[in-house]
């Protein structure tokens, strides 16, 4: 009986732990300033966010995030996609909700998985 019973307790932390790794959060906010790089430093485009990414998911770093237009995690056309949509978030003031996952890093930022321009 007490063995079922360690087992079952182990089972249940080892639940919980997963539960409580998150890899990806849902972040709204706006974009303050963009970037590209000549290379693939950090993953070719990244986006600078007024609230900080870190708040949810302390791996990444601060409030840049990467579209890794440099084809690392996602294909090159569909990170530069995000990042245009991004581009077109800051031209028209509006707000954002990305999905950041901190499993996929560039240079310690985290990499958006998908970005909705918000009304």
């Known amino acids: 009986m007490k063995l079922i019973s360690k087992i079952v307790t182990i089972i249940i932390l080892c639940v919980f732990s997963m539960i409580s790794s998150a890899t990806e959060a849902e972040l709204d906010s706006k974009v303050i300033s963009l970037m590209t790089t000549h290379n693939d430093k950090f993953g070719g485009c990244m ?23 440099n084809g690392q995690f996602a294909d090159e056309q569909r990170g530069t996609r995000m990042f245009d949509q991004a581009q077109l978030s ?3 003031n509006k707000s954002i909700k990305v999905t950041v996952d901190d499993q996929y890093k560039i240079e310690g930022y985290c990499f958006v998985k998908r970005i909705d321009i918000k009304n």
């Open 47 to 69: 986006a600078r966010l007024y609230d900080n990414i870190q708040t949810l998911l302390p791996e990444c770093g601060s409030n840049w995030v990467t579209f890794s237009c």
């Open 90 to 92: 800051l031209t028209a």
